[in-house]
């Protein structure tokens, strides 16, 4: 099945306003010293069952499953195998109690994938149209419904993906073709714009965006798909830079919250990098590192300004899941003793990954409460530990995937009801 991605986040801010700042706030706090803390590490004797994984179900026939994202009444999609077919997986979505829907593909293709779903339950993704090995893949969405719709693309593109939606049902991606990268947005009738690039760039890639139609991203230089510099479109579709580091030669928006401050990464000139916030108005500040350390990245961040991503604490050393308050003070989240990674926060500051438990090589999946405090996530009894968590629901549930006693990666949930929160 396509690897999960462990160390990218990911996908959208938490996007549903539990908790209420105001931008005054957090314009008042960007210039705040930033005070290092670490939370608890997770008690090493927490048994592998503990927190119990729900199983979603595969399609039929199929051994294989992975969820990506779940909204706010614990509907989750991903991707599941069918009929025993290893290679070939399709877009699948998961009622809260777990049964599957076959959201299948284009005419004349076999395979899709769902990457991101909102509220009502539309989800963003592609499709590819034949069945030769290597087919191109093609922007969609499915409505409520379960119907799939082809989105358009721009002339020449050769393949194409819609990458995260909001909750106004806009709809983000990129399409590419022989000499660029297009940063797209769609409404929900399926009229595309194409983002502006800055001059002298060969593209741009949307990565995230907000309740409000901002989107963040970056540009692209050359052929090779390497970042140029943190972008941030209006709802209004004009484009500007945000702001640069000192000694910054390419950054990275990655997430972007309600209020319009976005998250992400400034690279140096010797190859260093570091997380970065922007205010409403553009204005960077380096959130800087755990003591020692010399390397972080920001991918996340909700509604109350906690930012989430990773630092080292000395040179060249493991990365750790770390928060970030609206202070711009750090914290390294709790371990299970070894590296950890956290991919999405919600807006109760609750948040999902994994961790390296002390026992194995293989991850285990992980919920940090608001204080940092981790929980570690049960897997399948008989199987292997290794799981990870995807995505947080606003009540808590991590949606993620768990290795079953044969070995294959399934679907899964870790509900509130048998896993409370801390």
């Not at 700042?21 to 005070?35: E, K, N, R, S």
């Not at 721009?154 to 073709?177: H, M, Q, Y």
Request: proline share 5%; with cysteine; glycine share 12%.
């Amino acid at each position: 099945m396509p690897a999960p991605n462990r160390r990218a986040p990911l996908r959208r801010p938490a996007i549903l306003a539990l908790t209420t700042v105001t931008a005054a706030c957090l314009a008042a706090a960007i210039a705040a010293p930033a005070h290092a803390r670490t939370a608890p590490d997770g008690a090493l004797s927490t048994a592998i069952g503990t927190c119990a994984p729900f199983d979603l179900q595969v399609l039929p026939g199929g051994t294989m499953s992975e969820a990506r994202d779940i909204n706010l009444f614990d509907v989750t999609i991903g991707v599941s195998n069918a009929n025993a077919q290893i290679g070939l997986f399709r877009a699948a979505r998961w009622n809260p109690n777990g049964r599957v829907l076959d959201l299948g593909t284009l005419p004349g293709g076999n395979s899709s994938n769902a990457r991101a779903i909102d509220a009502v339950g539309i989800v963003a993704g592609d499709s590819n149209t034949a069945t030769t090995q290597g087919a191109s893949a093609h922007a969609v969405f499915w409505d409520p419904g379960g119907h799939i719709h082809r989105l358009t693309e721009p002339t020449g593109a050769t393949n194409s993906s819609a990458t995260r939606v909001n909750e106004l049902a806009t709809l983000i991606g990129r399409a590419d073709s022989a000499t660029r990268t297009y940063a797209l947005r769609w409404n929900v009738f399926g009229a595309m714009t194409v983002l502006s690039d800055l001059s002298g760039a060969t593209g741009s890639v949307a990565s995230a965006l907000n309740d409000r139609g901002t989107i963040v991203g970056h540009s692209v230089v050359g052929t090779s798909g390497v970042g140029g510099v943190a972008l941030r479109w209006s709802p209004d579709k004009r484009v500007s830079r945000l702001g640069t580091l000192p000694g910054s030669v390419s950054s990275t928006a990655n997430a972007v919250n309600d209020l319009g401050y976005a998250v992400g990464t400034s690279t140096s000139s010797a190859g260093a990098t570091l997380a970065v916030r922007w205010d409403a108005s553009g204005r960077a500040q380096s959130l800087g590192t755990l003591p020692g350390g010399t390397s972080s990245s920001a991918v996340g961040i909700n509604l109350a300004g906690t930012v989430i991503g990773a630092s080292n604490s000395a040179p060249g050393g493991a990365m750790y899941a770390v928060m970030w308050d609206r202070l711009g003070r750090i914290t390294r989240l709790g371990t299970l003793g070894a590296d950890t990674s956290v991919v999405d926060i919600n807006a109760h500051g609750y948040m999902a990954g994994f961790a390296q438990p002390p026992e194995g090589v293989l991850p285990v999946a992980a919920r940090w409460s608001p204080s940092g405090a981790i929980t570690r996530l049960g897997v399948f009894s008989g199987g292997d530990a290794d799981a990870i968590g995807t995505a947080i629901a606003p009540d808590g549930t991590v949606a993620g995937s768990a290795s079953n006693p044969n070995e294959d990666n399934h679907a899964v949930l870790w509900k509130t009801a048998t896993c409370p929160l801390q």
